[in-house]
């Protein structure tokens, strides 16, 4: 086996310790990620003049050509998993543990779309197992809907460092993935959880305004309808919150009825 490179070597270390102060409860990012190369970049030769490097900022438009091209070209879910196993999301992929893939039943009519993997996604590799996916389960228990009639996935597979919001561009980057997983699913209706998947998957803001309010998307040439939920993490500080979401839920209770 060939030898670690220097840059390896950083990135496994940054990891580790990345890990360590993630176990003793720390969140923010400690570290600033190891300087990656730029992919597409044909650079001119530095200057003589010893002036110095500063590094390269991961090119994040080529990531995005790699991700549409990739997506695309994955014909089956599992082919789409190992395609983002083995994706370099730059500053996504750097920080998390895993990548969080999906949950439940591929056959399942309801695709359930979230935002990020937090914590407890990161180290389990699954969405929706914290306490958050303990009150989304709640949830469509209350509706009858139980794993079996559900497809959980997220509009970003890694969990941001410091358990931000993903941003604008690592959204774009990963819109090609979960296009190509709507597609895959082939939904009859989709439940998009929280205002950042709701932006992604519809470019509309204001989850607050837009809960409860049908949309639809084009899947695979399908319109298919979707509503936007308040996200659970939401829903528990705000807890008055929850007679929304309930009328909301006999809304998918009711539409389905009708599919
Ligand atoms: N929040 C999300 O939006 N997705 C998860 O998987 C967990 C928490």
Redesign the pocket.
Known sequence: MSEPSAQQVLKQALKASQIWWQDMGVEATVLPPAPKPKITATRKAPAQTAQKETPAAPDISAQMIKAAEQAKAAPTLDALKTVLENFDAGVLSDHARNT?FARGNPDADIMVI?????RQ?DESGK????P??QLLDKMFAAIDLGADDLYIT?VCNWRPPGNRNPNEEELAMCAPFITRHMELIAPKLVVI??G??LQALTGKTGIMKTRGQWQELDIANQKTPALPLY?P?FLLRRPELKKDAWRDLLAIRERLSGL
Not at 127 to 130: A, D, K, L, Q, S
Request: a negative charge; proline letters at 10%.
């Open positions: 969080v979230g935002e990020a993997p937090g996604e969405p929706f197992v914290g958050a996916g997220n959880v929280g950042v998947s996200h993490a």
